[in-house]
């Protein structure tokens, strides 16, 4: 027989057979709620004993066709539909042959978690979320969380607490998702145990307004601290008290609270062991907001000398006698709305010996002159802010009201060239500001925005010099008793806009226009008090009486493609200001009214997931403020006059950036580089008059061009196998500068390099070590007959932690600085130690620590800027012994 003949024959056979098997069918289709098919659903026929005897599954159009076997009848028969992201559904049989249809509604199916245990740290991304598990890099030591963001690779973070991630500062810290502390953040990073902490996350891009996100780019990059389920249930303390010799203190009382409807840390600290509190409090991105508002605030004239701070760690130098009280409290009113509370109260002593040699070069000479200084320093300062935060997907409120008080008091006893004079200085200030800004998404999905800020700030300055200083100067020759110069700008200053956005698919358009206004008077006056305690100017040239206001009308035009890998804003405002100062004791009356074009442009190109370039271009017009244009002397510090014979200083100010960030969250690897050219052209240059006693400045009207070239490089990458975070940055500044010395142009370039790299490493579960290096170079020089000059400075710190015991902990740390100078070399190493016992039963830690145990009491410092170079010496604390209890509520 053919082999066509037998297929036949077998195809016949089987057809029988499975008609005889398949006598019948059942039909009908599953679809969703909607009406949508299902595809492949499983169709499952039961009998009465819950047995599948038959099934089918559902095509592309949620048909399908269930064959019965033969013999089945349609009693006690049961249709079964199921699928994944729906529930299952049953139906009983009576007829065959009428359809059976299943309408599935859906389902969240929760998998089972799958847990997979591995020692080695590794990174959670989510989109623009990068988290970092916080017990994958802390240790046993780690006090507070700030002592591990420290370690994380790709984070860094600066000696008055400002955290960077890959080579970019952070815009804000947000605890829980909530923002207690705008970007006074170090009070978290100094005060939150890092135990309740679960992650750091980095937020990238972010957008802290929701009716904003994915329509307006944000560069920002914030972080965020989730807290673990625990501690959000219950009041979280970290208390320690600290005695020691010489009569030296150190507390520090907190409380916390963490709970998804209010936060709070609140805290009391006092010390005098160098612990400046006030860095608790500091503000990283004030500069840039001011900015932003474009209100530029007058600064604080008056000063006692200029005392710079050596580059030490700050508990080595300090001699203080801080307290601070501080509370920030937030309150979620409900899902989106918030009410904040942010107050502190902080009162410091700070007493300083210094001298100082200065050598200022100029074309055949060097004037020389020698300071010395036991200067005292009393701040009092208050603030208060009152915040209102609604912020959903249709609707946006922020309101700030902010008031702050200081009063600060210096004391000052100088000797310069063998001149002994007193000096004290009252500087007190008064800020009070609110800030509304309001957000509505209309029917059309338009933002309409409304923004209204206002100001208002007095800063009265009262200095006294005495007895009798240079009388041959100040007051004809005779003898007197003091030389008193008071200074104060009270101003007033709003700004506010009304703003529009069309966002779209694929670009947000907004427009924007507004005005601000300003309004200033400077007031100064320079007299000498007789021996009478009679009082009469120094000339007639030591007199302001300036009014100053500034207007501007101003339109913009933005827009913003927040495309995933190409992100790009254009910034074209324009503004019309017009400028009025006049001061009748010099027959100054004068305005300005000038149309200015400020551009700006900036886009990131993401080349891979995690990778990007960028690029920022900026121009920008700029006027001066009231500090320029005031025609009378000032003493701004005992050897220092200060006029201007120029008019308003304009400039025009050119920047362009070019960046590139690497990242690889899997092998936690992290790299950027940025570039940076700034050009700045203004229509006015400083010129100086320098003898060994006096500097007399005064700002003429000739072009001044400065030109900056800046590099930074930062490089992080965990080792897994070392168990070690390695770090590296570079930063390489070139900066050209004029002025006009002794009748003389010249011309500066400085360039300036700084080298740094760190490794964190767990040794073993008991011992971990860390070691930072720091090298700089910073060189001087001018074409015009000055000689060039430099400053290497190499600075290396390390640490070693060891716990011999479950439950001690032992510390030992070294600090090492060497200076190099043509004719100096400087070297000084400090060391510190502790001890730590943790007492099970008392829930407590017990401290023994010794601070700079090497007794180091004298340091010197070398600084170089353009043509000056000084050589400054301080008195240094000493040997601090402590015993401290730590203990958590």
């Not at 038959?54 to 592309?60: D, E, K, L």
């Not at 200085?425 to 338009?446: G, P, V």
């Not at 965990?718 to 900066?735: C, E, I, K, P």
């Amino acid at each position: 027989m053919s082999r066509a003949i037998k297929f036949l024959l077998v195809f016949v056979f089987c057809a029988v057979f499975s008609a005889n098997c398949f006598a019948q069918s059942i039909n009908g289709t599953v679809t969703d709620s909607v009406g949508n098919a299902v595809p492949y659903a499983t169709i499952n026929l039961k009998n009465g004993s819950n047995l599948i005897i038959a099934y089918a599954i559902s095509n592309n159009k949620g048909l399908y066709q269930l064959e019965v076997p033969e013999g089945i009848g349609s009693t006690n028969l049961l249709v079964e539909a199921s699928c994944i992201g729906y529930k299952k559904q049953s139906k009983t049989i009576s007829d065959f042959s009428a359809p059976v249809n299943f309408v599935l509604s859906t389902e969240v199916n929760q998998l089972k978690a799958v847990i997979v245990k591995d020692k080695r740290p590794w990174l959670r991304t989510s989109g623009d979320t990068l988290g970092y598990k916080v017990s994958d890099f802390s240790s046993p030591q780690d006090r507070v969380i700030g002592d591990v963001i420290k370690k994380l690779p790709g984070i860094s973070v600066a000696t008055d607490g400002t955290i960077s991630y890959n080579g970019k500062n952070i815009s804000n810290l947000y605890i829980g998702g909530d923002n207690l502390l705008d970007d006074k953040y170090n009070i978290a990073t100094n005060s939150i145990p890092q135990g309740v902490v679960d992650q750091v996350q980095v937020i990238q891009n972010d957008q802290h307004i929701k009716m904003l996100q994915n329509k307006v780019v944000s560069d920002d990059v914030a972080l965020n601290l989730t807290i673990k389920k625990g501690a959000k249930l219950q009041l979280v303390g970290q208390e320690s008290l600290g005695a020691g010799l010489p009569g030296n203190y150190d507390e520090d009382l907190n409380a916390m609270m963490f709970k998804d409807a209010y936060k709070a840390i609140n805290n009391l600290k006092g010390n005098n062991v160098g612990d400046d509190l006030a860095n608790d409090v500091v503000s990283h991105n004030i500069s840039d907001y001011l900015q932003k508002i474009d209100n530029n605030l007058p600064t604080t004239l008056l000063s006692l000398g200029a005392v710079p701070d050596p580059n030490l760690l700050q508990n080595r130098y300090l001699f203080n006698q801080s307290g601070i009280i501080n509370a920030n409290n937030l309150v979620n009113l409900k899902k989106g709305e918030q009410l904040r509370i942010n107050f502190y109260y902080l009162h410091d002593t700070q007493q300083q010996d210094y001298k100082e040699q200065t050598q200022i070069y100029l074309p055949g000479d060097t004037v020389k002159y020698t300071e010395t200084e036991k200067n005292k320093y009393r701040p009092d300062i208050l603030h208060g802010q009152f915040t209102l935060n609604i912020n959903k997907d249709k609707y946006y409120l922020d309101d700030k009201l902010i008031t702050d008080y200081s009063q600060k008091n210096y004391y000052s006893a100088l000797n310069t060239n063998g001149i002994a004079v007193n000096q004290a200085l009252s500087d007190n200030t008064m800020d009070f500001s609110n800030e509304l800004n309001y957000m509505q998404s209309l029917k059309s999905n338009n933002i309409f925005e409304v923004y209204s800020y206002i100001n208002h700030t007095n800063e009265p300055e009262n200095r006294i010099i005495e007895p009798n200083f240079s009388p041959g100067i100040f007051n004809n020759g005779a003898v007197y008793n003091q030389l008193a110069q008071t200074v104060n700008i009270p101003t007033w200053f709003t700004n506010n806009y009304l703003s529009f956005k069309i966002p779209s698919n694929y670009i947000t358009q907004s427009f924007k226009a507004g005005f601000l206004v300003q309004a200033q008077t400077l007031e100064s006056e320079l007299s000498a008090v007789q021996l009478s305690n009679s009082s009469n100017l120094v000339s007639d040239s030591s007199l302001n009486h300036l009014n100053w206001s500034r207007r501007k009308v101003y339109a913009e035009a933005a827009y913003d493609l927040p495309g995933k890998i190409l992100k790009i804003t254009l910034n074209l405002p324009l503004s019309l200001q017009q400028i009025n100062y006049a001061d009748s004791l010099y027959n100054l009356n004068k305005s300005l009214t000038r149309l200015y074009f400020n551009p700006r442009l900036f886009v990131k190109y993401q080349v891979a997931v995690e990778d990007y370039f960028s690029f920022l271009y900026n121009y920008r017009n700029d006027i001066g403020n009231i500090q320029d244009v005031y025609h009378g002397y000032i003493l701004t510090d005992y050897n220092t006059f200060y006029a201007n014979n120029a008019g308003l200083t304009q400039s025009k100010n050119q920047l362009a950036a070019f960046g590139f960030n690497y990242r690889k969250a899997l092998t936690l690897f992290f790299f950027s580089i940025n570039t940076s050219f700034n050009h700045i052209l203004a229509n006015n240059i400083s010129s100086g008059v320098i003898t060994s006693n006096f500097q007399q400045r005064i700002v003429l009207p000739f072009e001044n061009a400065t030109n900056a070239w800046t590099v930074n490089g930062f490089i992080s990458k965990y080792d897994f196998a070392l168990r070690t975070t390695f770090s590296g940055g570079v930063q390489w500044q070139s900066n050209s500068s004029n002025q006009i010395l002794n009748n003389t142009l010249l011309p500066y370039n400085t360039i300036s390099t700084t080298l740094n790299a760190s490794a964190e490493t767990k040794v073993s579960d008991r011992i971990t070590f860390s070691y930072k290096a720091y090298l700089s170079q910073t060189g001087s020089s001018s074409p015009v007959g000055v000689a060039g000059y430099s400053v290497k400075q190499l600075v290396q710190q390390a640490a070693i932690n060891y716990n011999p015991a479950e439950n001690v902990f032992f510390k030992l740390s070294g600090d090492d600085y060497y200076t190099y100078q043509q004719g100096n070399d400087l070297k000084y190493f400090f060391a510190d130690a502790s001890i730590k016992f943790h007492l099970n039963k008392l829930k407590t830690d017990v401290e023994l620590s010794a601070l700079n145990f090497l007794n180091v009491k004298n340091y010197s410092y070398l600084n170089l800027s353009a043509n000056t170079f000084t050589v400054s010496s301080y008195t240094l604390p000493g040997r601090i012994v402590m015993v401290k209890l730590m203990f958590n509520i």
